[in-house]
T-cell receptor
Framework: AQTVTQSQPEMSVQEAETVTLSCTYD???????LFWYKQPPSRQMILVIRQEAYKQQNATENRFSVNFQKAAKSFSLKISDSQLGDAAMYFC????????????FGTGTRLQVFP | DAGVTQSPTHLIKTRGQQVTLRCSPISGHKSVSWYQQVLGQGPQFIFQYYEKEERGRGNFPDRFSARQFPNYSSELNVNALLLGDSALYLC???????????FGEGSWLTVV
């Protein structure tokens, strides 16, 4: 069975600084997807970034980028130029490359952003 | 365009009662999935329906059931409610199963 582990329950960063959130996962499959979702107080899960395992290039979306280390089964999220609006819960998630929408989530990291 | 919409937003039920939660996917999306998020944890997959057929089921008891209608909206039913069923129930939709998944804002269920 696949598992996702987020070992940082809470992180904090000052506005305009850079922060990295960690995620490790376990799977025996070679092709899959990895995601970072943001959950603000409104509770809606918002997709931040997506990585396809067969792609070696790390995904980037504006201020958000990932460091995907397939051999180490590591998938960290880097937020550059942090903004107050980045404060939220961040969840790492795994999905098999099949025709299902089953996401396996980690326990989340609460990110605080200080002015 | 409207996103994934869920109703009700909040509800309180008594142990042993039954509850029905509703979800309307994004227009054009044919796949709907349901997740349970207990406070302090990540969401757990309950069900997925695609083209009105069950595509996947998580590790939840038979008290949990769901269905998808011809217009692709979906209902999640939970019978014989337990205190442990108190959670945020998230609905998500995608254009086709395996595509990018979009979430609604959830339905908060409190069982007393």
């Amino acid at each position: 069975a696949q598992t996702v582990t987020q070992s940082q329950p809470e992180m904090s960063v000052q506005e305009a600084e850079t922060v990295t959130l960690s995620c490790t996962y376990d799977t025996s499959e070679s092709d899959y997807y990895l995601f970072w979702y943001k959950q603000p107080p409104s509770r809606q899960m918002i997709l931040v970034i997506r990585q396809e395992a067969y792609k070696q290039q790390n995904a980037t979306e504006n201020r958000f980028s990932v460091n995907f280390q397939k051999a180490a089964k590591s998938f960290s999220l880097k937020i550059s130029d942090s903004q107050l609006g980045d404060a939220a819960m961040y969840f790492c998630a795994y999905r098999r490359r099949d025709n299902t929408d089953k996401l396996i989530f980690g326990t989340g990291t609460r990110l605080q952003v200080f002015p | 365009d409207a996103g994934v919409t869920q109703s009700p937003t909040h509800l309180i039920k008594t142990r042993g009662q039954q509850v029905t939660l509703r979800c309307s996917p994004i227009s054009g999306h044919k796949s709907v999935s349901w997740y349970q998020q207990v406070l302090g944890q990540g969401p757990q997959f309950i069900f997925q329906y695609y083209e009105k057929e069950e595509r996947g089921r998580g590790n939840f008891p038979d008290r949990f059931s769901a269905r998808q209608f011809p217009n692709y909206s979906s209902e999640l039913n939970v019978n014989a409610l337990l205190l442990g069923d108190s959670a945020l129930y998230l609905c998500a939709s995608s254009f086709w199963a395996g595509n990018t998944i979009y979430f609604g804002e959830g339905s908060w269920l409190t069982v007393v």
